[in-house]
């Protein structure tokens, strides 16, 4: 809003103020910018709403998306500064954290309650069935996690399989091929698969039999929490803005959420049934100590333990130091 002319004087010393008064006001609320990395996955649907609907402006922020086609690719960009924060699993978080990486959850988002899962062809009727079997997924990620407990869940592990190195967005094309019976991937890859001709594959081990082990979350390393709380705290409303436009807006969010998807608006929802946005005021007990997968200590433990088995981190990391809850305990006031 302009200054009103009374305010102005013909004098130097009156210009300098006036000049003053109308930069410094402007200065200090510059919108600030944030680059945050993702990929194409139901759960993360409330950032698409609020980057839609730009719901982050009324918070003071603009973000940017940088979507990825291999989420192991996000962490490493976080380092090198391309990104300001991420959307990670948690298990990326604590691999991270085994390896002296200083990247920390400030807000939990949702966990998989079914949108990951392992599909074989029909051929394949059990986990136990996979071995000897080409087994294709992406190292270092939720697939790779998932298949990782299903496995040691009936008593086998990677030795018993045929491991082949595969993006997620990889295994629909090699399933239709035929030269991969069994994928490990997450929506919308897991629909695309079983919605091909011939009605030849299904899901065997999905998300749903893990229930908060594969939980997405919000992170930002150490140095950005410190330097621009107040931008993060911006990030967070927003996505609380626009998953309450979810809820009070069902089908226009679907079709928002469908674009990015690459689906129709039924679709979507389909896939968002897969997962479960976590509300505020569920939030904080993800960040308790206790041993529910819905905790991260607990499902900590077992993420932890199994990336230590498969020797892919060198030790378990301290969970308390993989999050910092002051964001959500600010909003939850």
């Given at each position: 809003m302009p200054l009103s002319p009374r305010f102005l004087r013909k004098t130097l010393l009156g210009a300098c103020l006036a000049t003053a008064a109308?930069?410094?006001?402007?200065?200090?609320?510059?919108?600030?910018?944030?680059?945050?990395?993702?990929?194409?996955?139901?759960?993360?649907?409330p950032f698409y709403v609020a980057d839609e609907l730009d719901l982050y402006k009324a918070h003071n922020l603009k973000v940017?998306?940088?979507?990825?086609?291999?989420?192991?690719?996000?962490?490493?960009?976080?380092?090198?500064?391309?990104?300001?924060?991420?959307?990670?699993?948690?298990?990326?978080?604590?691999?991270?954290?085994?390896?002296?990486?200083?990247?920390?959850?400030?807000?939990?988002?949702d966990f998989s309650n079914g949108g990951d899962a392992i599909v074989a062809d029909k051929s394949i009727t059990s986990v136990k069935d996979f071995k000897g079997k080409k087994v294709g997924f992406?190292?270092?990620s939720p697939s790779d996690f998932l298949l990782a407990y299903a496995l040691k869940s009936n008593g086998m592990s990677d030795k018993d399989i045929t491991p082949i190195n595969m993006t997620p967005e990889a295994i629909p094309g090699a399933m239709a091929s035929?030269?991969?019976?069994?994928?490990?991937?997450?929506?919308?890859?897991?629909?695309?698969?079983?919605?091909?001709?011939?009605?030849?594959?299904?899901?065997?081990?999905?998300?749903?039999?893990?229930?908060?082990?594969?939980?997405?979350?919000?992170?930002?390393?150490?140095?950005?929490?410190?330097?621009?709380?107040?931008?993060i705290k911006a990030l967070m409303q927003g996505y609380l803005d626009a998953l309450a436009f979810m809820q009070s807006n069902p089908d226009e969010a679907a079709k928002i959420i469908g674009k990015v998807l690459g689906v129709s608006p039924e679709?979507?929802?389909?896939?968002?049934?897969?997962?479960?946005?976590?509300?505020?005021?569920?939030?904080?007990?993800?960040?308790?100590?206790?041993?529910?997968?819905?905790s991260f200590f607990g499902s900590g433990a077992v993420i932890a333990q199994l990336l230590k088995d498969n020797g892919q981190i060198p030790v378990i990391p301290?969970?308390?130091?993989?999050?910092?809850?002051?964001?959500?305990?600010?909003?939850a006031k």
């Open positions: 109308i930069v410094l006001p402007f200065s200090a609320q510059a919108i600030e910018k944030m680059k945050i990395g993702t990929v194409v996955w139901a759960g993360y649907a940017e998306l940088q979507f990825f086609n291999d989420p192991a690719l996000i962490p490493s960009a976080m380092v090198g500064g391309a990104l300001d924060g991420g959307m990670l699993t948690y298990d990326q978080v604590v691999g991270g954290a085994a390896k002296g990486l200083s990247h920390k959850v400030v807000m939990p988002v992406n190292p270092l035929g030269s991969l019976p069994v994928g490990v991937t997450y929506e919308p890859n897991v629909s695309q698969i079983l919605g091909m001709p011939g009605d030849k594959y299904h899901v065997v081990y999905s998300s749903k039999e893990a229930p908060g082990l594969i939980t997405d979350v919000l992170a930002f390393d150490d140095k950005v929490i410190a330097k621009r709380p107040e931008a679709e979507a929802k389909e896939q968002m049934s897969g997962v479960y946005n976590i509300p505020l005021a569920e939030m904080a007990s993800n960040f308790e100590k206790s041993d529910s997968t819905k301290d969970f308390a130091a993989t999050f910092d809850a002051q964001f959500v305990e600010a909003l």
